[in-house]
């Protein structure tokens, strides 16, 4: 599958998607446009974890409409990039730039990921921040790993909390029981998905997509934690979660408040996203 194709294909989804997400509930853009002390649920589930943004040089990769960029902006920091490769959710994120408290410390690139280094400075950033369901739209996790540690600077923090790849690796059509169906580890190939939905509760119950086919890739972790160390990143903390930020299993899971998501019975038996942290040293 040639590079373009999944770019062009990934990229129709979530330009479709975009304007309707700024309505929807869960994302709670109008209460961050009109609370100026309002934070995004991910980032309050983030904050016991998450380094203290204060006075620090932020990126946020894959940052979709800026929901959680700018709840980091409100905890402190000096400034935050949200990189997006969708101009649709970029054109959401100015909104919130131009109209939100915080907001004057936010600034939108459009761009893909692998495209960072050479729109942004190298080595300009105090924190990388990564938010939930991103790098599974990424091809190659070792090049996703040399584009977070260069945009660091030495001493830098990377911070991310991901959906866990065991939950990517499960039928989310079964209802009865957990079946793995999808690689756990990175292929070459994409897995191919059809879906006119999106991933949670609309303004609009009814509302289908015309851009249903996405390209995604699974990452171990085993992948992940190695390719940050490959690329001078010492791993500071790994910690995995029994709660996902949206219904990933319809039927299996309820819902525990602030926008988390469990499985209603036998939470031990997978974790269903991990946060991970890491400092650059060299």
Known sequence: ????????????????????????????FQKLLSDPV????????????LPDPAGLDI??????IGTDTLSLARRGAKSVVGLDFSPASIKEGQHLAANAAGGEKLRFV???TYDALEVLTPGSFD???????????????RQWASVVSGLLKPGGKFFIREAHPMLWTLDEKIEDRLAIRYPFFET????MFQDDSTYMKLA????TFENATTLEWNHGIGEIVQALLDEGMEITGLKEHRSIPWDALPRQMVELGNGEFALKEGRERIPLSYTLQAVKKR
């Open 38 to 49: 309002f934070l995004s649920n991910v980032v309050q589930f983030d904050i016991p974890l």
């Open 127 to 141: 924190l990388v921040f990564t938010g939930v369901g991103a790098i599974c739209w990424l091809p190659n996790i």
């Open 188 to 191: 070459e190939q994409p897995m």
């Open 59 to 64: 990126i946020h990769l894959q940052c979709h």
């Open 1 to 28: 599958m040639a590079s373009e194709d999944y770019v062009k294909l990934n990229k129709a989804s979530w330009d479709e998607r975009a304007p309707e997400h700024a309505k929807a509930p869960d994302y709670a």
């Open 204 to 207: 609009d119950d009814w509302k």
């Open 110 to 112: 459009e761009a893909s």
